[in-house]
């Protein structure tokens, strides 16, 4: 059974760059061929799409994140890992990673998804 397990720091400074991990878990691993997406969900809103990296490393942004965000992977310790710079209030959130057999950019809706992690809370500390 594959889980997906984010990790961070819980609270950022204005300005700063926060960076989160995704641990998998489980029979596959990011090597195996499929898509991996980071997801937010600030307080009262709905889901976000971040980004996504594929299993050869290509990466997809959302347009209205891209100039922060960066998705990396790294294979020997079957993480995934989300970076983004310059936070403000407007980032703080529930910060999930999810993974996927079919790359649909822009996917929220969990249903399209094969595992989704349970999420980590991360606050801008103003």
């Known amino acids: 059974q594959v889980q997906l397990q984010e990790s961070g720091p819980g609270l950022v400074k204005p300005s700063q760059t926060l960076f989160l991990t995704c641990t998998v878990s489980?029979?596959?691993?990011?090597?195996?061929?499929?898509?991996w997406a980071w997801i937010r969900q600030p307080p009262g809103k709905g889901l976000e799409w971040m980004g996504v990296?594929?299993?050869?490393?290509?990466?997809y942004y959302n347009p209205s994140l891209k100039s922060r965000t960066s998705i990396h992977r790294d294979t020997s310790k079957n993480q995934i890992t989300l970076q983004l710079i310059s936070v403000t209030p407007e980032d703080t959130a529930v910060y999930y990673c999810?993974?996927?057999?079919?790359?649909?950019?822009?996917?929220?809706?969990?249903?399209?998804?094969?595992?989704w992690g349970q999420g980590t809370q991360v606050t801008d500390s103003s």
């Open positions: 999810a993974k996927t057999k079919t790359l649909i950019l822009g996917a929220t809706d969990k249903n399209q998804y094969d595992y």
């Open positions: 990296i594929s299993y050869t490393g290509s990466t």
């Open positions: 489980g029979a596959s691993g990011p090597t195996a061929f499929y898509y």
